[in-house]
């Protein structure tokens, strides 16, 4: 297995207690606290984002594990990978902080375009390297 493989595979799996703990979270706040409905609809898309990306990261790097890309695009699609999961996950929290729900929105935004950039990398190792 490649390097930058093998390093964010474990970000990766390391990662998805922090997304299991962050459900048993939102169960505690959506009982406990007085959140605006939007802020509870954020807190579920951020959590569930954050899952769902996690598990393509994991399907992802084992598609680029067996291409020929060079290592320098490898590490380049991983950190691809880990930064839009990070900014299109993170965005929706950033919308229960009062006021900032524009930023929000462009910080997930940014996380699905770096996304796009990674899938569409790996889908170039797999068809021409």
């Known amino acids: 297995m490649h ?10 799996l390391v990662s998805l207690p922090t997304v299991m703990y962050g459900g ?13 409905e ?12 954050a899952g769902v990306l996690l598990i393509l990261a994991l399907v992802a790097l084992q598609i680029l594990s067996r291409t020929t890309l060079s290592d320098a695009t490898l590490w380049v699609t991983s950190f691809l990978l880990l ?3 990070l900014a299109q996950s993170g965005g929706f929290f950033l919308h229960l ?6 930023l929000g929105g462009r910080v997930t935004s940014v996380g699905a375009v770096l996304l796009g950039a990674a ?10 390297a």
């Open 24 to 36: 048993y979270a939102l169960m505690g706040v959506m009982r406990d606290r007085k959140l605006t």
């Open 83 to 85: 930064f839009g999961i």
């Open 3 to 12: 390097g930058p493989i093998q390093l964010f595979t474990v970000i990766a």
């Open 38 to 49: 939007h802020q509870r609809a954020m807190f579920r898309a951020g959590h569930a984002h």
């Open 119 to 128: 899938t569409l990398l790996t889908a170039y190792g797999v068809a021409f």
């Open 97 to 102: 902080v009062p006021n900032r729900g524009g």
